[in-house]
């Protein structure tokens, strides 16, 4: 617990950030073990969030890959996606330090609508900060961070998109430290966020392992799950680590190819690949040129589109434990149909990544035992999935 993992992780920032970093870590060490504490966490998940979310058999999927595959629903957790998890822990968290507001960074808004939602429900005021160019792709999202009581501001430093948004809230943070608590989205940044962030998601695996002990009688042979940032990924993982017969997979976005800018492969091997560097506070993976400057990303899922990754996975991939593979755009929007017509579920873009590399590899885990993170619902990607198929 010293925020390293590995040589990764640490804490990379300015001073004005030091004084707030070192606030949060020990206020969260001293509550997340306090048994008020853990309560009122876990009334909040079972009751706000509606967890536990259920583990699906996905029979039909399932046989047709020729492995029996188990769905970690958290597509069914209010709001839609894992987020809540994190973002109710930490604005709870805030409330408990005394905070009166709370500030995060949104990209394609899903973190912005999970923390508004967290604020709303326990009576903190909220900013969000946006790109302009990510608040006009996502509208809809914006008006539902309104809707919720949420004020949503405009960032037009950079390329006016997720990684400016977070600069802008680190900003913020440093200057209202005494009534706000930043809700980082994902399990990134300087220590404590991607310990704390973990923490909040280990909700995941811990229900998983629970749930395929009951169903199947013993632990899987394969645990997988898309990383973004990494946080639903690394709440599933959390439960099986120490359990060295389970594989562990990570599925990144491949994007349209391997060329500069058209993908978010930290992982992949190679000139196309990320290479150890610092961003948003923390020694991780990042894509970036010869001169260190980040590269700009593609997904078709706006969840998965960033340059780094949480230092832990970085910390994972070098030691073997985990194993981190992309797939493309197209092989995702053709999970995603796959999983609606065989088990009537619409998962998210960025879930499809994981049913498209299972879809891939199937024939390596013949007669295996899977369980595959849903991270989210796909009722946000409609239209995008609309517009990627030319369906008008
Ligand atoms: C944000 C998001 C992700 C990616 O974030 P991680 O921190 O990598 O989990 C994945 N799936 C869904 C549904 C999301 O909303």
Redesign the pocket.
Known sequence: MNGRFGRFGGRYAPETLMGPLMELEAAWRRLKDEPAFAAELAALLKDFVGRPTALTPAVRLGGELGLTLFLKR??LAHT????IN?TVGQVLLAKRMGKTRVIAET??G??GV?TATAAARLGLSCVVYMGSVDMERQALNVYRMRLLGAEVRAVESGSKTLKDAVNEAMRDWAASVKDTHYVL????GPHPFPAM?RGF?EVIGTEARAQVLAAAGRLPDLAV???????????LFSGFLADASVALVGVEAGGTGFGPGEHAARFAPGEGGGRPGILHGSFTVLLQDGHGQVRDTHSV????D?PA??PEHAALAESGRARYESVTDAEALAAFDRLARTEGIL?????SHAVAWLCREAKAWKGKLVVLN????GD?DVESVRKARGDG
């Open positions: 958290e597509d839609g996606a894992h987020k994190n990209g394609a899903q973190h999970a989205g994902s399990a990134l962030v998601h799950a898309c990383v973004g940032g990494g946080s639903n990924a690394i709440g899922s706006a969840g998965l960033y990754v949480g998962p998210a873009l960025e879930s849903l991270s989210g619902r946000k």
